[in-house]
T-cell receptor, first 115, second 117 residues
Framework: DTGVSQDPRHKITKRGQNVTFRCDPI?????LYWYRQTLGQGPEFLTY????????KSRLLSDRFSAERPKGSFSTLEIQRTEQGDSAMYLC?????????????FGPGTRLTVL | GESVGLHLPTLSVQEGDNSIINCAYS??????FIWYKQESGKGPQFIID?????DKRQGQRVTVLLNKTVKHLSLQIAATQPGDSAVYFC????????????????FGQGTILTVHP
């Protein structure tokens, strides 16, 4: 499978704990995005990388959230001191800046539950 | 402000009927629009896209119509099948000041499509 992969698929944690999610984009894609989706809502943009550079962060991304893409390939999203309001599906997507369009390919997501 | 919304949160159709899902957007600077399909427990799946210099684009059983005058987008699915049952999202991409789009998408709330056999 050469699509976007995310790990883990599910994470249950207690409030106050730190969690880290990983995203592996499609190998030739230089752009990587993180979105958050709550039940019944569309995905909300969190942050965007082009290669290893983080070019934009949403206001939704509080200082407890940090994302990295150190080698311009996989990315990690860390949430520190988790809160119940962080419970959501965290989606990763990738795209190619050289493509015809900005079609973003999404991974299956990591569902976070904060108890 | 930037917003993308859907007129109908749920749509129920019979197998074989045509389905039309509507979407309104408010940012006239949007230059690219995408329809995604999302099944339960999965990430959004690309269906079809359209650029702002077009008003219609057809794919396999799907057609997207763009009316920039009234800032309206629609997805038409022909001969709807039970496998089409899912949540459908429209999303818009707003170009940056340099005229190129980096792909940040703003999604609408979604329409639940249910296809009855």
């Amino acid at each position: 499978d050469t699509g976007v992969s995310q790990d883990p698929r599910h994470k249950i944690t207690k409030r106050g704990q730190n969690v880290t999610f990983r995203c592996d984009p499609i190998s030739e894609h230089n752009r990587l995005y993180w979105y958050r989706q709550t039940l019944g809502q569309g995905p909300e943009f969190l942050t965007y990388f082009q290669n290893e550079a983080q070019l934009e962060k949403s206001r939704l991304l509080s200082d407890r959230f940090s994302a990295e893409r150190p080698k311009g390939s996989f990315s990690t999203l860390e949430i520190q001191r988790t809160e119940q309001g962080d419970s959501a599906m965290y989606l990763c997507a990738s795209s190619s800046s050289g493509g015809r369009s900005n079609e973003q390919f999404f991974g299956p997501g990591t569902r976070l539950t904060v108890l | 402000g930037e917003s993308v919304g859907l007129h109908l949160p749920t749509l129920s159709v019979q197998e074989g009927d045509n389905s039309i899902i509507n979407c309104a957007y408010s940012n006239s600077a949007s230059d690219y629009f995408i329809w995604y399909k999302q099944e339960s427990g999965k990430g959004p799946q690309f269906i079809i896209d359209i650029r702002s210099n077009m008003d219609k684009r057809q794919g396999q059983r799907v057609t997207v119509l763009l009316n920039k005058t009234v800032k309206h987008l629609s997805l038409q699915i022909a001969a709807t099948q039970p496998g089409d049952s899912a949540v459908y999202f429209c999303a818009e991409n707003i170009g940056n000041a340099g005229g190129t789009s980096y792909g940040k998408l703003t999604f609408g709330q979604g329409t639940i499509l249910t296809v009855h056999p």
